[in-house]
């Protein structure tokens, strides 16, 4: 079945540096890949999404590329700050038209000052 | 701007109580969701509803059920509440089956002791 594996965290990084997030996917057909941000205390909420291969979804100074040959949508920033601490999840939506995402197991960013 | 609103932040309950969570959106929005979020474990689906009276199952459903009188309102029950149910809900809408893109309200974090 269709499923999203992300790097395990916390990701601790000093501000200003470089960030990655690991996600690759199993999935049939095209699914649409999504990045979701959860900061403390709140829902998550849509970061950016690629809906097929080879598109860049970009938000905020975020980024991700939907790379169908090695099934990954990497999440990638210049330089991080303080305020984007928070939880991020990697999202798959399946083929079949059903509206469900699956996400993967969330990878926590701890950025330092 | 889209609202997704859930009845409590927090709840805490007794073993074998009736637990009602309750989630309302103003968005006319076809599709909603009811996660559970677990630490390691990401985001697992439990129901999902796409029309008024319609429901499915999601991946982990034993233990709950849920009610979609209304189109904006989706209400998860933990019939028998017991501690293995103690975690942070979430309530998601999507605007149709070909829109995967969900929108979530900001959680009920729920302790059963």
């Known amino acids: 079945g269709n499923s999203v594996t992300q790097m395990e965290g916390p990701v601790t990084l000093s501000e200003e540096a470089f960030l990655t997030i690991n996600c690759t996917y199993t999935?049939?057909?095209?699914?649409?890949l999504f990045w979701y941000v959860q900061y403390p205390g709140e829902g998550l909420q849509l970061l950016l999404k690629a809906t097929k291969a080879d598109d860049k979804g970009s938000n905020k100074g975020f980024e991700a590329t939907y790379r169908k040959e090695t099934t990954s949508f990497h999440l990638e920033k210049g330089s991080v700050q303080v305020s984007d601490s928070a939880v991020y999840f990697c999202?798959?939506?399946?083929?079949?038209?059903?509206?469900?995402?699956?996400f993967g197991q969330g990878t926590t960013l701890q950025v330092k000052p | 701007d889209v609202k997704v609103t859930q009845s409590s932040r927090y709840l805490v309950k007794r073993t074998g109580e009736k637990v009602f969570l309750e989630c309302v959106q103003d968005?006319?929005?076809?599709?909603m969701f009811w996660y559970r979020q677990d630490p390691g474990l990401g985001l697992r689906l439990i129901y999902f509803?796409?029309?008024?009276?319609?429901?499915e199952k999601g991946d982990i459903p034993e233990g709950y059920s849920v009610s979609r009188e209304k189109k904006e309102r989706f209400s998860l029950i933990l019939e028998s509440a017991s501690t293995n149910q103690t975690s942070m809900y979430l309530c998601?809408?999507?605007?149709?089956?070909?829109?995967?893109?969900?929108?979530f309200g900001q959680g009920t974090r729920l302790t059963v002791v």
């Open positions: 999935a049939t057909g095209y699914p649409s």
């Open positions: 968005m006319d929005h076809e599709n």
């Open positions: 998601a809408t999507g605007r149709s089956r070909m829109n995967t893109e969900a929108f």
């Open positions: 509803s796409y029309d008024v009276k319609m429901k």
């Open positions: 999202a798959l939506s399946g083929s079949s038209n059903t509206g469900k995402l699956i």
